[in-house]
């Protein structure tokens, strides 16, 4: 029986030395190159890389600085319009380790975008799931399924996969703000569908309250005809005033002898979907942590990746072996099973997201928290 020879095949075994594995032998050769002709693979030359003994995540822990996406996004402002096309000026983190996609880690997307006065970013849908998150200026609304969002410093706008939605800035400043989606999530899994929607945002100015907002903005109170869970949360801003007050009143009582906050001198709040206590977005996890003058945190892992972005303060942050000087606007990546810790010395609030609903859905997720030595 001949084999067809398949030169360009994708498939190439190298002969493996080490404990389990077969004699080099002619005999062998001859076996891997008609697996290679027929596409296969033996798992015993390949069980070192597709099981270690923990997560091996291929993104690297890496650190963007505000001052250079701003100078930067602000550049694309007046050179890259906006229209059918193009879409978005939204300029994404790419991690140094995922071969120069636009991928932040393997699940997470994030970007800056830019919108200058009286611009559009034209009306489309896709079934990405999505959030922005504000970390300078106002003047932008948002509008989501016809509902128009004002978009304020501190502000946390998620927006569930499939909903039509536009952006308008009304003011006579640039604003930029902080995309998260979960595009290398739904892109490696090939669940991706995008539709364009009208060239043109709806013109009328966002009033103080949306819609959803007047729904689902009152703590602790439900509509009682809008019963049944939904998988996203209709609440579309979660304001910077409620968020600063949340974390403020964690601190307090941490001072009056209640134990309120994660640890001494951390306080932190997730953002969740009103109708299940559950996270805001299927495959995104949003949370805000805040670290009170001279604190710092233990060193942890966890299985899952995630985007932290400084928004206000300046502190040291450790992740993997890397270390850097955050301060307001820098964002950095935390990836899989990497060990991180935070400290500082004035105060530091971070805005995190993650995705951390996928692996707990999947039976995956896992987190170790290291003792800290006396």
Do not use: C
């Not at 398949?6 to 008609?34: C, F």
């Not at 502000?155 to 989606?181: C, E, R, T, V, Y």
Request: net charge negative; no cysteine; glycine share 8%.
């Amino acid at each position: 029986m001949t084999t067809d020879v398949r030169p360009d095949s994708p498939v190439h075994i190298t002969m493996v030395d080490g404990p389990g594995q077969p004699p080099a032998t002619p005999e062998l050769a001859k076996l891997y190159r008609e697996f290679e002709s027929e596409l296969l693979v033996p798992l015993w030359t390949e069980i070192g890389d597709l099981m270690p003994t923990d997560p091996r995540s291929r993104a690297v822990a890496h650190r963007w600085r505000w001052d250079r996406l701003r100078e930067m996004a602000g550049a694309a402002g007046k050179l890259v319009p906006i229209g059918r096309g193009g879409e978005r000026r939204a300029i994404a983190l790419a991690n140094p380790g995922l071969g120069g996609r636009p991928f932040a880690t393997p699940t997470l997307w994030a970007a800056i975008q830019y919108l200058n006065p009286g611009e559009d970013a034209p009306v489309h849908r896709h079934t990405q799931h999505a959030f922005r998150f504000v970390i300078e200026g106002e003047g932008v609304w948002t509008v989501v399924n016809d509902d128009p969002v004002s978009m304020k410093r501190g502000d946390f706008l998620p927006q569930a996969g499939w909903a039509w939605h536009g952006h308008h800035n009304i003011s006579k400043s640039s604003m930029a703000w902080i995309d998260g989606l979960d595009i290398p999530f739904q892109y490696q899994t090939d669940a991706t569908f995008f539709q364009f929607g009208p060239d043109e945002v709806p013109t009328r100015q966002a009033p103080d309250r949306s819609q959803s907002e007047r729904l689902w903005g009152h703590a602790g109170l439900r509509p009682l005809t809008h019963l049944a869970p939904a998988p996203a949360s209709p609440l579309l801003a979660y304001r910077w005033e409620n968020t600063d007050r949340a974390l403020d009143d964690q601190l307090a009582l941490e001072k009056e002898g209640y134990a309120a906050t994660l640890e001494p001198g951390h306080a932190a709040v997730r953002f969740t979907n009103p109708t299940s206590g559950a996270d805001v977005l299927p495959t995104v996890r949003a949370e805000f942590h805040r670290l009170a003058p001279g604190t710092a945190t233990s060193t942890s892992r966890e299985v899952g990746s995630s985007v932290y972005t400084v928004f206000e303060g300046e502190g040291r942050v450790a992740v993997g072996s890397a270390s850097w000087h955050v301060e307001r606007g820098d964002l950095f990546v935390v990836p899989s099973w990497q060990a991180l810790r935070l400290e500082s010395d004035s105060g530091m609030d971070l805005f995190r997201f993650s995705d951390t609903p996928i692996f707990e859905r999947l039976d995956l997720d896992r987190r170790h928290v290291e003792e800290i030595q006396a």
